[in-house]
């Protein structure tokens, strides 16, 4: 098992900036990817960013690249995910998701999951 605890979520006005943070514990050692994905009430859960938990491939949706940078400290075991540039339309419950595979977009590979923090994106 492996637990994810997210934290850093709140209001912001657009075009301002936050940061999530994403802590591991638990069977760590098999974590292959971490991720970051977001989902408003009334739609499916979409994928946001994605990264290879040794090796460093990133991986962004169309929609946050260029404003959004996920990072990770492997020391800590915990993901990041600075936010720039906000817009309402990122207005969402963001969750972070580990998967043991080296997997990116693909939702279903995704074994653990948090609980999720709630961003809210002022216009």
């Known amino acids: 098992q492996v637990q994810l605890v997210e934290s850093g979520g709140g209001l912001v006005q657009a075009g301002g900036s936050l940061r999530l943070s994403c802590a591991a514990s638990?069977?760590?050692?098999?974590?292959?990817?971490m991720a970051w994905f977001r989902q408003v009430p009334g739609q499916e859960r979409e994928f946001v960013a994605a990264?290879?938990?040794?090796?460093?491939?990133?991986y962004y949706a169309d929609s946050v690249k260029g404003r959004f940078t996920i990072s990770r400290d492997n020391a800590r075991i915990t993901a990041y995910l600075q936010m720039n540039g906000l817009n309402p339309d990122d207005t969402a419950v963001y969750y972070c998701?580990?998967?043991?595979?080296?997997?990116?977009?693909?939702?279903?590979?995704?074994?653990?999951w948090g609980q999720g923090t709630q961003v809210t994106v002022s216009s």
């Open positions: 998701a580990t998967s043991t595979q080296t997997v990116f977009y693909a939702i279903t590979r995704y074994e653990y």
């Open positions: 638990g069977r760590t050692f098999s974590i292959a990817t």
């Open positions: 990264s290879s938990w040794r090796y460093g491939p990133t």
